[in-house]
């Protein structure tokens, strides 16, 4: 059964998992689920089909969480480095017992499969935002790690894509679906902690590298496609150390002077709690240890630098609270959390109005997963979504780039440009090769 019809010729194949999920809310009791293939697995009628575009650590952690899924079905696996397909497909296969999961090389092939009706984008940075797009113009529908763009012009080509074509887009900033984090912000929402005034949001020290690694001999396209792995980045010569994760921290390569690795999650994370998903600071200013921005509204948000390996303690964090950690302060008190899945609360009285919550270890990407298969049956806007990514993303940018320029900025953001900074407002892009 193709997307384009289904065996009677009258609905697409993602028309059929819609009204399916309909006739389930009316009319629950017509069928049965294990007369249509079982109580745990629907029938493959029934089932979204996946594929993979780049299957490294990453992309391996947030698909063993989907194949998990009953109504989810990995059907085929695209890497540029034949090692990391074989894994994959070894991965999947073993999982379903079979040898059914293809494997692609170029992951355009994948894209012109009629039967595929989402996407995993797990690859480099630099990948991100094009293959999300050429995704979207496939008619897929796209899970895509973050960062999800690396520049603020593809964050906003991605956004515009996904809003023009109607296809769900999730950015990969689990953390608003782990519990710890959403009692948090339940917390701050609950106006219990008064009115807030600052927001503090941990990243990764920014790095930025341009120079090259030494030059070594391109492999076989068929081992490791270089071509392909660069994409839209300025070509340079191939070094093994860059496609086994040594990219991160070159400007060519990386988001945002790797400000973005923790930053995509922890800014969005304070961007949620104040209800500021439609804005983001109209200020950014680079200091020795952090990046302190200001809302129009006058609340602060401090991008707190914090080095490997995170143990040290800091004036604004718990460190024992895990990776990741934020920190929401108001006029009656603040609350903290990380990815230990602990929450401290200050003053102590707050403890009881916390939230129940159940308290996990470690980043759980099952219920952000869920959420988006859930809105790629429902055609509803997922927690993370398009327009979401897109402001969060473009505060992190901003910031980044105040540091990368050394100098405060002023942002406007309703157009998304700097104000009174040509130098500024032309980093917002960068040149995109022609890979294909």
Known sequence: MTRHGSAGGDHSRRRFLQSSLVTAAVAPWVIRASALGGEKKPPPSQRITLGVIGIGPRATYDLKSMLKLPDVQCVAIADVQAQRRQAGKQLVDSHYGNRDCKTYRDFRQLLARDDIDAVLIATGDRWHAPASILAAQAGKDVYC???CGITIELCQQ????????????????QRRSVTNFQAAVRLVQSGKLGKIHTLIASVYEPVLKNDWLPPQPTPDPKV?????????APWRPYN??????GWRGYW???????LLDWGAHTVDLCQWAIGADDTMPVEYEPQEDKIVCRYANGVKLVLQFLKAPFRDRSPHFIHRLGTCPVRFVGEEGWIETGDSGEIVVQPQSLQKELPRYKRVRGLDVSAHARNFFDCVKSRRQPVTNAQVMRRSHIACHAAALSWVLGRKLRFHPARETFLGDEEANRLRTRPQRDWS
């Open 252 to 258: 060519d390569f990386d988001s945002g002077a790797r």
């Open 158 to 173: 991605l956004e515009e894509t996904f809003r023009r074509t109607g296809r769900v887009f999730q950015a990969g900033t």
């Open 145 to 147: 790690e973050k960062p």
């Open 240 to 245: 093994q150390q860059y496609v086994r994760g």
């Open 224 to 232: 490791v496609d270089w071509n392909l792995w660069l994409g839209p």
